[in-house]
């Protein structure tokens, strides 16, 4: 009976020891890093560069591409190197523990990271077959505009849309599942005729291969929210801005790979220059539970995305992440990248400005305010293949956001990311209280803009006054600057009429409701809410 129980000893210490787990190996240096400092466009494109000038942000080792003979080293020990980062300078590959401690002792090896945090994993979960099935359930088609509108103005971006900043000119990377339908849905059809699709990738297969149809279709939802177009049905957050589009995320398994792959997607992104970053992903499970994480590890530095989501804040990069629909779960809290400090995590409401049920608590695990604020995130209204649809979860509340995002950095191409974060919280329904599932509270996009120019020393912007409003007939508005312009615009952003460039103007032949009022000067331009009794 000894023998027999030594024998099983023996094999389950030579399983364990043979048995592999994915990690990640830092290499000590990048030789080449001269030839990237002499020539940066062998590297990052203009408009990367361009960026970082803008912010004032220096290029550094981060920014030089990894040394091949390193990686070519790692593959004459007899690993397959697939997956890479050049922000983090190294290769992930599986190894076991004979093979680490090889690894280690490499002379161009800096250490090896393992993605195993706790060997007895943690608290397990009963897997979904697909983990966004319990909120895509809620999909159904509509045809009512209405619905995409009062989500436009919960977070109170109609006034940049009427002023003009629609995201023209700013670049969005959504990095999610894969983009079906996208290619061929007309509602889609506006980006991809105007030749906002700038690009994508799939960095699961390591191929162009981003619209097939076996991929799921989470990612086309989240472009739908900021993007889709469906004349009279539905216009997203930023409908002209450009995007790229990247997969990294297998919705119907869960490797700690994905967040390698999230990170090869982000170092992308900041090559050709995107402007912002809307991700609706996140972790703290998988299926191998050796690599779960607890919630003690979302402090924002822990896992391995989180620190990399930050590297690409600090490349000038606006970074939205969904909070997570874990609040009716187990977990309960905010996952990861979402944990991280400087990312943007967006939280879910309903319609009435309530949390939405299943978005997740913060704050993150040292305390810091998560999420930092909140949009539409129940029957979310968005735009996919030919129709207008809604669905839920903060995977959606996060693209609604980062839309209004674009439009704000479009209005305000002076602001540091720090201070349009800053400004974005300030400016939030809450502010300065927070609660655990809204954070600063739901987003208000005209108020952030509006609180700039109000304090803007080149802008007079309390100069214009209208009264009385509400207004019954007739409405009147001063100002010491010479009118250009007076037009008047439904709700639904569509010019009703040019006005007489007069003070006072008659709205008698109105009907009751919300209207905005555009008046263009020789210094300024005010887009205000007037309401018609």
């Known amino acids: 009976m000894k023998k027999l129980l030594s024998f099983i000893l023996v094999g389950a210490v030579m399983f364990m020891s043979a048995q592999t787990e994915l990690v990640f190996v830092y290499f000590k240096d990048k030789p080449n890093k001269a030839a990237f400092y002499a020539n940066p466009l062998s590297e990052l494109s203009q408009k990367s560069l361009d960026r ?28 397959t190197v697939t997956d890479y980062s050049k922000w983090m300078n190294g290769v992930a590959v599986n190894a076991t523990s004979a093979q680490i401690a090889q690894l280690e002792q490499q002379s161009y090896v800096q250490s090896v990271e393992r993605f195993i945090k706790h060997p007895t994993g943690g608290k397990p979960e009963i897997k979904k077959v697909n983990k966004f099935e319990e909120f895509d359930n809620s999909v159904r088609t509509t045809f009512n505009y209405g619905t995409g509108l009062s989500q436009i103005n919960q977070i109170n971006l109609r006034p940049l849309h009427i002023a003009g900043y629609t995201g023209t000119g700013i670049t969005i990377a959504v990095i999610d599942t894969g983009f079906p339908r996208v290619n061929t849905g007309s509602a889609y059809a506006r980006i991809r005729n105007n ?20 991929l799921h279709n989470h990612g086309s939802y989240c472009l739908g929210t900021i993007a889709g177009y469906i004349d009279n049905q539905y216009v997203g957050s930023a409908p002209d801005a450009d995007f790229y589009l990247y997969a990294t995320e297998d919705a119907y398994n869960e490797f700690p790979e994905e967040l390698i792959y999230w990170t090869e997607a982000a170092e992308e992104a900041d090559r050709k220059g995107v402007d912002i970053i809307s991700t609706s992903l996140g972790y703290y499970d998988f299926d191998d539970t050796r690599y779960n994480l607890l919630y003690s590890d979302m402090n924002g530095t822990t896992s391995f995305i ?65 999420p930092d604020a909140s949009a539409r995130g129940t029957n979310t209204a968005m735009a996919y293949n030919n129709s207008a649809t809604t669905s839920s979860g903060t995977s959606f509340a996060t693209p609604l956001a980062a839309g209004g995002v674009a439009c704000l950095i479009q209005a305000l191409p002076n602001k540091s990311l720090a201070e349009l974060r800053d400004l974005l ?25 509006n609180a700039v120019l109000a304090t803007d020393n080149s802008t007079k912007f309390n100069s214009l006054k209208i009264y009385p409003n509400p207004v019954i007939n007739n409405f009147t508005f001063d100002t010491t600057e010479k009118i250009s312009s007076v037009e008047l615009y439904d709700v639904l952003g569509r ?35 007037i309401i018609k009794k």
């Open 425 to 449: 919280r300030e400016n939030s329904s809450e502010y300065p209280n927070t609660t655990a599932q809204m954070g600063y509270g739901i987003l208000n996009f005209g108020n952030t803009l």
């Open 306 to 370: 989180a620190r990399t989501a930050q590297i690409a804040v600090e490349k000038g990069i606006f970074v939205l992440a969904a909070a997570g629909n874990e609040a009716l779960t187990y977990w309960h809290y905010i996952i990861t990248p979402a944990d991280n400090e400087k990312v943007f995590t967006v939280g879910g409401v309903n319609s009435v400005g309530v949390s939405s049920s299943f978005s997740s608590f913060g704050p993150n695990s040292v305390g810091v305010i998560k």
């Open 52 to 79: 970082r000038t803008k912010y004032g942000i220096a290029l550094n080792d981060q920014d030089a591409p990894i040394e091949p003979t390193y990686i070519q080293n790692i593959q004459n020990l007899g690993f």
């Open 495 to 529: 010019k009703l009429q040019s006005l007489q460039n007069q003070k006072t103007n008659s709205v008698e032949q109105l009907k009751s409701g919300v209207y905005f009022l555009k008046v263009k000067t020789d210094k300024n331009e005010y887009v205000e809410k």
């Open 195 to 214: 030749g906002q699709i700038k690009g994508g990738y799939n960095f699961i297969n390591k191929s162009s291969d981003i619209y097939n149809t076996a």
